[in-house]
């Protein structure tokens, strides 16, 4: 497969993938339950992590289960309600599909479609599942190694059809504390050699909710394209999964945590300040780096007798810094600050 480029704004248009938003800058967020189990309890879940940011609807129909004696999902009614849900949020549904007889009914109701860790090497269904012209997300096996990750998407590209998500959601190891072992190495190196957006899955990796939004992190810092978590509405009574599933408080407080909880659903004076808090400490942060920076910079115009004022230099910055603020900030409130900024930076230099 060929290196995949850098940036993923530069990798996949906006009219690519089912209206995900991959190549928007922003991590593609596939939330909702493991199952879904009924009406209620998929609509309850999908306007949960609407409100909260999320991208994309998961929920399984088809649930290919340990035991036979498991719950199996409710098939056809499953993917009528995750319709249903869509047609209420207006979030794209990502669904499961285990065999060949089913792609043409799954397609019918699903945007994506998912191939489960247990049948990435079930070559059939890989060869067919891509003529169904959706996306397709292929999750890697319990203990492939990455270039038959990269094998299996290549069945389902030669159908013709290059939209492709690859899905780490952690591989069996001699671990026993968590489910999976998620292997975020693996993941990144797959990123760069197929060019194909990969997420993580952290709830099968950890297989325990309280170790979701360590590894989400991780993996968002990382530079992965985005996350597949489990969200019900009241986890501990799921009929599949239970332990590795969030409740929607606890998903909304993810999605702020990592920066992608939309400014609509903070409810109340006291959230609001909570988030300029966070934000501000963000700030300052980089502008500590940023000073930093400039001490070297002025150690090294020192060093070479370079002036410590570049005119030319700061006004092509603020120039640059306005057209990249676009509408969300007025020019003159761009200028201000980072003149503010560039004024601190030349005190810096000039001390040394």
């Known amino acids: 497969m060929a290196e995949g480029l850098t940036a993923v704004t530069t990798r996949w248009g906006a009219d690519r993938f089912a209206g995900l938003g991959l190549g928007s800058g922003r991590p593609l967020i596939i939330a909702g339950p493991c199952s879904v189990e009924s009406e209620e309890q998929i609509l309850e879940a999908a306007r949960a992590v609407k409100v909260a940011g999320a991208t994309a609807l998961r929920g399984g129909a088809f649930k290919p289960r340990t035991s036979p004696r498991s719950f199996q999902g409710l098939g056809e009614e499953g993917l009528r309600l995750l319709a249903l849900a869509r047609e209420e949020t ?39 599942v891509g003529r169904a012209g959706k996306p397709v997300l292929l999750k890697r096996g319990l203990s492939a190694t990455l270039d038959e990750w990269l094998a299996a998407a290549e069945y389902i590209m030669d159908s013709g059809n290059d939209q492709v998500i690859l899905c780490e959601r952690g591989i069996r190891t001699f671990e026993t504390c968590t489910r999976n072992t998620l292997d975020l190495s693996t993941a990144i190196v797959a990123r760069k050699r197929s060019g194909l957006p990969v997420i ?12 979701i939004p360590a590894l989400s992190r991780a993996a968002l810092a990382a530079g992965v394209d985005g996350l597949m978590i489990e969200v019900h509405p009241d986890p501990d009574r799921a009929l599949s999964d ?67 004022f570049q005119e030319e230099r700061e006004h092509a910055l603020l120039d640059r810094l306005v057209r990249q603020a676009g509408p969300a900030l007025r020019a003159e409130d761009v200028r201000a600050v980072w003149e503010a900024i560039l004024a601190c930076s030349r005190r810096l230099q000039e001390e040394l």
């Open 90 to 128: 207006g979030l794209p549904v990502v669904t499961e599909v285990m065999d060949t007889a089913q792609i043409d009914l799954v397609a019918r109701y699903a945007d994506v479609l998912q191939v489960g860790s247990r049948n990435m090497q079930n070559f059939a269904l890989l060869k067919q």
């Open 200 to 211: 993580i899955d952290p709830s099968h990796a950890a297989g325990r909710r309280d170790l």
């Open 242 to 308: 239970a332990a590795q599933q969030l409740d929607p408080g606890a998903f909304r407080a993810l999605m702020q945590d990592l920066g992608l909880l939309p400014a609509a659903a903070l409810e109340s004076l006291a959230e609001c300040r909570q988030e300029i808090d966070r934000l501000d400490e963000q700030l300052l942060a980089l502008l500590s780096r940023r000073m930093e920076v400039a001490r070297r910079v002025g150690r090294i115009k020192a060093g070479t007798g370079v002036p410590v």
